[in-house]
């Protein structure tokens, strides 16, 4: 054995030899495959291989296309069978919510340029004559769809990579690693030590254990996963399209004459929770007849052929799930030069060419093509290295695999995990939960006499018009938001002001008590990170993100810290509970309880001090993110309830209400805010989002600066627009709805909902700069059904002089 490579990858299935594949395929030659059994003996072997492409989110659809385009040509590149056919998916609904999804996958497609066909079901009969039509009220054909041989597949990348100059090392257990503070320097095997650059974690179910050994959360759980095959079937078509008939849980395909039949049940069973033996090499579990008998059943049913057919095999192989139904990619945020692709949810072979090619871009370049944080394992938080918590939560998400994808969809296991010092005082006034990073925030409030829980639905639901008069209070008086679920950063030292400058495009030095919104930007000049930022002290300043980016932002942060110690980051998220007082009467409020003179001359908008509320010690920033004068209460966590408490008894001759996120929501939509990870991405630029204020062009070098002054001075690719669409009444839209022009698919939304003050239906999204004409006419498709669409003039539908927030 070589006992030096640039690149060491653990793990010869397909993503393991995609990512090879790629390496070698952008230059990197130098490249080393370790797998303890053979290649694909871990769980591609024994894979379905359904390839399908079409996914919720719009860059998971683009890296399984090019899967679909590389399998196309990888035969007649490398000469080996992969088995690749595409016959084309059918897929099948016996309900008017499955066929809501099935209108929103061919809406969605539409903008990609992926044909989805809506069938009659006389139509998919005719496709499939081996489907039984009972219940069926309609169908959807995706003809670019298929199935390949996931050895075959494995085998091709595996020869790619080998003639580009790829070792394999098949029969070779890594058994632990060296390290040098936050680098891998050597991976250990029983075959001898190699010396690395880069190790990339592509174990499959073994990811886990392997990430335990490396000091990195990876929380993959296995499950159990069944699927039958037939013997030969008398007189079944040749060429049947692959089958998903998601109601009954069920899908199909042919294979040498007979059917392969699998699905996912609601009551999965995990396996190996404790880690997976490294024995366990092209090995099987049991066939458990009588938990798969949920699934036959209704088969028998679909496929009337199967009561008759004879069972080859029941085939019970184990694949890794994860928590939240994604794959876990990308740098591992512990260390600075390891890299994970493992937990793919039994779509590693539909997603492994892409998976490939995403970690090849990573290692090399720094970051993917695609923009793809949902599967990016800067997503996961603290909680998520609980075992107890993946196996519970990813439980729930197996058995939700085939079941309606429900819009503001909340799960039920595993909940509870971060509380607010606010949750309990809350719950009794009619919050209703869900649940983010963790947190239980308030989404929504119940009034008295109202049941406080979400119906789940594709029409208005039963929380709109409650939502509605939240929004209707933060405009006219003044509303309670529990926002202590913001992650929060300390940042300070001597070095803190010219390190925050480097890394933000806003101007950060500037006296203390400002308080300064800006982007974090790549080299690129596109955003990695939107954050507020508060200059506490000449060297101590409080940073607030989103929700859901701590990890992400830590990262970040980490990674670009100055290497002489005048830097400390600490996140202090749970150091402060986070009180919104937002709305006109937000001052008189406050003014209340505080000796502080907060008026507009002594506490103007964009700044932030220190002053007591009640008897409580705080930081308030003077900002809004719904349009509204409005104070964001930074609170020690033990006086949280005490502020709340006395704002609550204070402002009752004011018209104090509480709101929750979806008010949220809905006040930003008709402000013209961004949100981040929504229009905020890396695919985008500050100037392509309309934020080109807070680009400060004439401070010294920052990261993205080169890129920034040069896409100012051409002008931005892309504009983020506001478009209304006035029916005279709401509407719920689906997500990355198609905005159209002249028949052309330019863009889809980003964010939608309704604007409860100005009454209509609000949609964001980006559009070519050059095509953002408002004179021009406009259409939103949305569950197949075409909207006239105005580009409005300006993102702001309200209070664009600003009066509200400024005075």
């Known amino acids: 054995m070589q006992d030096r490579a640039r690149v060491v990858i653990i793990g010869g299935g397909i993503i393991g030899c995609s990512t090879a594949y790629h390496l070698t395929k952008m230059g990197w030659k130098d490249v080393v495959i370790v797998e303890k059994g053979e290649l694909t003996s871990g769980s591609t072997w024994h894979a379905a291989g359904l390839v399908g492409q079409l996914r919720s989110e ?8 090019y899967s679909v385009s590389l399998y196309d040509q990888l035969e ?11 016959s084309g998916c059918l897929h099948l609904a016996s309900t008017p919510e499955r066929m809501y999804e099935l209108k929103k996958g061919a809406t969605t497609a539409r903008s990609f340029g992926l044909e989805m066909q809506l069938i009659s079901p006389k139509e998919a009969y005719d496709l499939c004559p081996i489907i039984s039509l009972d219940g069926i009220i309609g169908a959807a054909f995706m003809p670019t769809d298929g199935q390949a041989d996931p050895a075959g597949i494995t085998q091709a990348l595996a020869k790619g990579a080998r003639n580009r100059g790829a070792i394999l090392y098949e029969h070779t257990l890594v058994t632990g690693f060296e390290f040098d503070k936050s680098r891998v320097t050597a991976v250990k095997t029983d075959q001898g030590d190699i010396q690395c650059e880069v190790v990339v974690n592509c174990t499959g179910m073994w990811g886990y254990q392997v990430g335990e050994m490396l000091g990195v959360n990876t929380p993959v759980v296995p499950f159990q996963h069944q699927y039958l095959v037939t013997e030969e079937i008398e007189g079944l078509p040749p060429d049947l399209p692959t089958i998903r008939d ?3 849980l069920l899908y199909y395909k042919e294979e040498v004459g007979g059917l392969v039949m699998g699905g996912y049940e609601r009551n999965g069973i995990p396996w190996g929770v404790a880690g997976v033996s490294n024995d366990f090499i092209s090995q099987l579990l049991d066939e458990d007849f009588d ?4 699934l036959s059943d209704p088969a028998m049913q679909r496929t009337p052929c199967l009561a008759e057919a004879g069972i080859s095999r029941l085939v019970n192989g184990p694949e890794g799930f994860t928590p ?57 938080g603290p909680y998520h290295a609980s075992r107890a918590y993946n196996v519970e939560r990813t439980k729930e998400i197996y058995g939700k695999h085939y079941t309606i994808h429900w819009p503001h969809e909340e799960h039920d296991s595993a909940r509870g995990i971060r509380r607010s010092p606010l949750y309990f005082l809350l719950k009794e006034k009619g919050a209703v939960y869900g649940a983010k990073y963790g947190w239980e925030r308030a989404n929504w409030f119940a009034p008295a006499g109202v049941t406080p829980e979400d119906e789940l639905t594709f029409e208005i639901p039963n929380w709109f018009e409650h939502v509605a008069a939240e929004h209707q209070n933060a405009r006219e008086n003044v509303v309670l938001i529990d926002q202590s679920s913001f992650c929060k950063f300390a940042v300070q030292g001597p070095g803190a002001p010219a390190f925050l400058n480097r890394l933000c495009v806003n101007q950060i030095d500037k006296p203390v008590g400002k308080v300064i919104y800006t982007q974090m930007c790549n080299p690129r000049g596109t955003i990695e990170c939107d954050l507020t930022i508060g200059r506490l002290a000449g060297d101590r300043f409080l940073l607030v993100v989103g929700t859901a980016f701590g990890q992400r932002t830590a990262w970040w942060l980490n990674h670009h810290l100055p ?5 400390f980051v600490n996140d202090v998220t749970s150091a402060y509970g986070v009180i919104n007082v937002i709305g006109p009467q937000a001052r008189a409020l406050l003014q209340k309880l505080t000796n502080a003179d907060i008026n507009n001359e002594h506490f103007p908008f964009g700044t932030c001090q220190n002053f007591t509320v009640g008897h409580a010690p705080v930081i308030s920033f003077r900002i809004t993110y719904a349009g509204e004068l409005g104070y964001e209460l930074y609170i020690p966590t033990e006086f949280a309830a005490h502020v709340y408490e006395s704002l609550w008894e204070a402002g009752q001759d ?6 929750g996120y979806r008010t949220i929501a809905s006040l930003h939509l008709e402000k013209g805010y961004a949100d981040w990870g929504s229009e905020l991405t890396p695919e985008y630029t500050p100037y392509d989002a309309g934020l080109g204020f807070c680009v400060a062009l004439d401070k010294d070098d920052f990261m993205g600066k080169e890129a920034l002054l040069r896409i100012k001075s051409t002008g931005p690719e892309w504009k983020l627009c506001s478009f209304t669409i006035d029916t005279g009444q709401p509407l719920m839209l689906q997500g990355s709805a198609p905005i159209i022009r002249r028949g052309e698919v330019l863009g889809v939304t980003t964010s939608s909902g309704y604007g409860h003050t100005v009454k209509k239906n609000i949609c964001y999204g980006y559009i070519p700069a050059e095509l953002a004409d408002p004179n021009s006419e406009f259409e939103i498709e949305s569950y197949k059904e075409i909207y006239q669409a105005k580009l409005e003039p300006s993102r702001v539908l309200y209070d664009p002089e600003k009066k509200k927030i400024m005075m």
């Open 563 to 567: 290497a002489d110690g005048s830097v």
């Open 324 to 380: 939240d139904g994604d794959a876990i990619m990308g740098p591992a945020p512990e260390l600075d030069n390891v890299f994970v692709a493992v937990g793919f949810n039994a779509f590693g072979i539909a997603a492994g060419g892409g998976a490939g090619r995403m970690m090849a871009e990573w290692i090399i370049e720094g970051e993917p093509s695609l923009n793809i944080w949902p599967l990016d394992i800067r997503r996961f």
């Open 291 to 294: 938990h798969f008998q949920q």
């Open 58 to 65: 719009r860059n998971i659809t683009r890296m399984l296309q």
């Open 246 to 248: 998601k109601d009954s």
């Open 76 to 86: 007649a590149e490398t000469g080996l069978t992969t088995g690749w056919k595409m």
């Open 654 to 659: 004011l018209g104090v209400q509480n709101a």
